[in-house]
């Protein structure tokens, strides 16, 4: 299994960003995807869910309304559109699945958001 992150950078406050996380080795359409973030000096959180095939979503209170998760089965990755940034979003995002009760997580990518 491998999950690779990518789309992290600087943003301004206010500005958008989309992350986007390539999965391999395993069969993506049948598994629940969700992506996590961690600031530092804070511990991990979920942001947003999305089950097997992306009809069902979930989002943590804070990025509800702002932040919008998809994935593409034919391409075996999965999204997170995320808008209206304040600096409180600043945190390393990683994409993450459970398979065979192993959690499985991506190395991270950093969106930093300041002006």
């Known amino acids: 299994v491998q999950l690779v992150e990518s789309g992290g950078g600087l943003v301004r406050p206010g500005g958008s960003l989309r992350l986007s996380c390539a999965a391999s080795?395993?069969?993506?359409?049948?598994?629940?995807m969700s992506w996590y973030r961690q600031a530092p000096g804070s511990e991990r959180e979920l942001v947003a869910s999305i089950s097997s095939a992306g009809g069902s979503t979930n989002y943590a209170n804070s990025v509800k309304g702002r932040f919008t998760i998809s994935r593409d089965n034919t391409k075996n990755t999965v999204y997170l559109q995320m808008n209206s940034l304040p600096p409180e979003d600043t945190a390393v995002y990683s994409c993450?699945?459970?398979?065979?009760?192993?959690?499985?997580w991506g190395k991270g990518t950093l969106v930093t958001v300041s002006s």
């Open positions: 080795g395993f069969t993506f359409s049948s598994y629940a």
């Open positions: 993450s699945t459970w398979i065979g009760r192993v959690t499985y």
